[in-house]
C-alpha cells in the first residue's frame, strides 16, 4: 500500500515570496490533516480535512496560510506571504479512524 | 488546556542497556494516546495506540503502557537501529476532529 506523498521536499524561499505544498493522501482515507513541525518540537495542528470540508482550522494564521483539499483527495498548503518563522517541516497525515499516517514532510527554509 | 511531557528530552544507551521513556499527560476526556517513532528527516511513524489506563501493547523491543497521568515506552536491550526521536501524542475527546496533540519527543541515542 502506498503511503502519504508530499512534494516537494525542500524548498528554501526568501520572505515575503510565497510558496505551495502538496499532499497525496492514502488511498481510501477521508480525513487529511496538515501539521507544521518546528525544529526541536513536535508537530502542531494546522487545520483537518474530512472529505473536502474543513473540521478544524483554529491554529491555522489564516492572514497568510491557506489550504484547500479538492475532490475530497489531493490537498495544497499555501503561505503567502512568508515570513521567517515559517521556517520548519510541513507534514501531511491522513487517516480512515483514530490512527494517522504521515508522510516525509517538506522542509521549509525562509531567508 | 491539554499538555503532553515527555521525558528526558534526550537519553543515551549503550547497546542492550534497557530504559523507558515517559510522556506526562493532562487532557479532558482521554481518546487515546499514542507513540510514533520519527527518524532524522522524515515523517513519524506510528508505533502505537493506547486507549485505557492499564493497557499494554508491544513490538519487537518496545512496550508501551498507560496510566491515568502518564505512559511509558520500555526499551528491552536496544539496539543502534533503535536511534530515533520518540513522539507522544493525546487525542482528546473534547476535539472537533482527531487532531493530536504532540509532545516536543525524546531523542534515543543507542551507541554499539
Known amino acids: 500500500e502506498a503511503g502519504v506523498a508530499q512534494s516537494p521536499r525542500y524548498k528554501i524561499i526568501e520572505k515575503r515570496q510565497s510558496v505551495a505544498f502538496w499532499c497525496n493522501p492514502i488511498?481510501?482515507?477521508?480525513?487529511l490533516y496538515w501539521y507544521q513541525q518546528i525544529l526541536g518540537q513536535g508537530p502542531k495542528l494546522l487545520i483537518q480535512?474530512?472529505?473536502?470540508?474543513?473540521?478544524?482550522d483554529s491554529q491555522l494564521p489564516k492572514d497568510r496560510f491557506s489550504a484547500e483539499r479538492l475532490k475530497g483527495v489531493d490537498s495544497t498548503l499555501k503561505i503567502q506571504p512568508a515570513k521567517l518563522e515559517d521556517s520548519a517541516v510541513y507534514l501531511c497525515a491522513s487517516s480512515a479512524g483514530f490512527e494517522q499516517f504521515f508522510g516525509p514532510g517538506t522542509r521549509l527554509t525562509v531567508l | 488546556e491539554d499538555q503532553v511531557t515527555q521525558s528526558p528530552e534526550a537519553l543515551r544507551l549503550q547497546e542492550g542497556e534497557s530504559s523507558s521513556l515517559n510522556c506526562s499527560y493532562t487532557?479532558?476526556?482521554?481518546?487515546?494516546l499514542f507513540w510514533y517513532r520519527q527518524d532524522p528527516g522524515k515523517g513519524p511513524e506510528f508505533l502505537f495506540t493506547?486507549?485505557?489506563a492499564g493497557e499494554e501493547k508491544e513490538k519487537e523491543r518496545l512496550k508501551a503502557t498507560l496510566t491515568k497521568k502518564e505512559s511509558f515506552l520500555h526499551i528491552t536491550a536496544p539496539k543502534p537501529e533503535d536511534s530515533a526521536t520518540y513522539l507522544c501524542?493525546?487525542?482528546?475527546?473534547?476535539?472537533?476532529?482527531?487532531?493530536?496533540?504532540f509532545g516536543k519527543g525524546t531523542s534515543l541515542l543507542v551507541t554499539p
Open positions: 493506547l486507549y485505557s
Open positions: 480535512f474530512q472529505n473536502n470540508g474543513v473540521v478544524d
Open positions: 487532557v479532558s476526556g482521554l481518546r487515546g
Open positions: 488511498s481510501g482515507h477521508a480525513t
Open positions: 501524542a493525546v487525542q482528546a475527546y473534547s476535539n472537533s476532529g482527531y487532531a493530536l496533540n
